[in-house]
């Protein structure tokens, strides 16, 4: 009897210990902004919005000057001569909506192909922090909405970049 006890035991502890799972939260982004280099991020996307903000300025000043002239001879014009350059006047107008969507979309995908190396960093860093340490879950506090307990592995996740 005292053996199935005692084998008893041994399985109860054995299998609470295999299944016990250890947590840990990082805070990416404050580990994303010590990164060496992140900086460089920013002033490559302000020079990127500043290309598409003069080519944006280029098309409306094209626009806005042939508007301009069209405003002005419209009473001359005849009435084919008009409903080309209205037409003419409506494409450009419905080029400078599209532009404007179209440079959204782009400033998004030039921001991520900037940033995905160094999130990748973080994120590979993460991963041998999990592994070294022999964590089940690591968990973003970025994306949480509440958390208590856990241990905190940002300062390991930094240290692993060699940020102090």
């Known amino acids: 009897m005292k053996k199935i006890t005692l084998v008893l035991?041994?399985?109860?502890?054995?299998t609470s210990t295999l299944f016990a799972q250890k947590y840990g939260h990082?805070?990416?982004?404050?580990?994303m902004k010590a990164l060496p280099g992140i900086d460089s991020v920013d002033i490559k996307l302000m020079d990127f919005h500043k290309n598409l903000q003069t080519i944006y300025e280029n098309m409306f000043n094209e626009y806005q000057a042939k508007k301009d002239k069209f405003d002005k001879e419209a009473g001359t014009m005849s009435a084919s001569v008009r409903k080309l350059r209205e037409d003419e006047l409506t494409s450009m107008q419905n080029g400078l909506e599209e532009f404007s969507v179209n440079a959204q979309d782009d400033f998004e995908a030039e921001k991520q192909k900037i940033i995905a190396p160094f999130q990748e960093k973080v994120q590979n860093?993460?991963?041998e922090?999990?592994?070294?340490?022999?964590?089940?879950?690591?968990f973003d506090t970025q994306i949480l909405l509440y958390y208590d307990g856990g241990d905190?592995?940002?300062p390991l996740?930094?240290?692993?970049l060699g940020i102090k």
């Open 9 to 14: 035991v041994v399985c109860v502890i054995y």
């Open 125 to 127: 860093a993460i991963n």
């Open 26 to 31: 990082v805070n990416s982004s404050e580990v």
């Open 152 to 154: 905190d592995v940002t």
């Open 129 to 138: 922090v999990a592994k070294e340490n022999k964590y089940s879950y690591i």
């Open 157 to 160: 996740v930094k240290k692993k």
